[in-house]
């Protein structure tokens, strides 16, 4: 069946540096992408989404990178602070109220 | 209060206990939804509301009934539930969009719901 998955289950960066998120995904036909996260105690949380006819999105500290080549998103973080420490799932709308949400990368951040 | 509210945050049930989650959202949103969450398993979409009619019901077992009496509130209704049941219960809103929900969602903080 259709997909949504991320590349590594945990990633650890020094505080600082960017962190890289990657998510792979299976159907072509989501018009969006969204990343969200979900710090310890809390529901998943928003972040920023991209159309599929876009290459890259910029928000606060974030970039989302679409190739729809081969199929891959990745959200970059600029200057990872502890406070970024949480688990990260891309996701892709399916027909009707439907998503598809990958299984999360856990982010840690050392001081 | 605003974004989305869940109560309780915690629970802990018997096998043969009937209780309610309860979820209300502040967002003026016109679809919720309620999720499933264990541990190393991606979030499982469990039931959507849009404008209080149930548009998807992702094959969950009977002993989960869902309630919507209006598009600010949902209601998940538990009993005779299992040890595997145990989980974190999210709820969700979003836009909507005639049958589209294709929209960002705002979640609430969840139940921890434990059945012994």
């Known amino acids: 069946g259709e997909s949504v998955g991320l590349h590594l289950p945990t990633l650890s960066v020094q505080e600082g540096d960017n962190s890289i998120i990657n998510c792979a995904y299976s159907?072509?036909?989501?018009?969006?992408f969204f990343w969200y996260k979900q710090e310890s105690g809390k529901g998943p949380q928003f972040i920023i989404d991209?159309?599929?006819?876009?290459d890259k999105r910029q928000g606060q500290r974030v970039t989302v990178l679409l190739n729809k080549t081969v199929k891959h998103l990745s959200l970059q973080i600029a200057a990872t602070q502890p406070g970024d420490s949480a688990v990260y799932f891309c996701?892709?709308?399916?027909?009707?109220?439907?998503?598809?949400f990958g299984a999360g990368t856990r982010l840690f951040v050392k001081a | 209060e605003t974004g989305v509210t869940q109560t309780p945050r915690h629970l802990v049930m018997g096998m043969t206990n009937k209780k309610s989650l309860k979820c209300e959202q502040h967002?003026?949103?016109?679809?919720m939804y309620w999720y499933k969450q264990s541990a190393k398993k991606p979030l499982e979409l469990m039931f959507v509301?849009?404008?209080?009619?149930?548009?998807e019901n992702n094959s969950v077992p009977s002993r989960f009934s869902p309630e919507c009496p209006n598009s600010s509130h949902l209601f998940l209704h538990l009993h005779t539930l299992q040890p595997e049941d145990s989980a974190l219960y999210l709820c969700?809103?979003?836009?909507?969009?005639?049958?589209?929900?294709?929209?960002?969602?705002?979640f609430g903080p969840g139940t921890r719901l434990t059945v012994t």
């Open positions: 969700a809103s979003s836009q909507a969009s005639g049958t589209s929900g294709a929209w960002e969602q705002y």
């Open positions: 159907n072509s036909a989501s018009d969006y």
């Open positions: 991209i159309r599929s006819n876009m």
């Open positions: 996701a892709a709308p399916r027909r009707g109220f439907k998503t598809i």
């Open positions: 967002l003026g949103h016109n679809a």
């Open positions: 509301y849009n404008f209080k009619e149930q548009t």
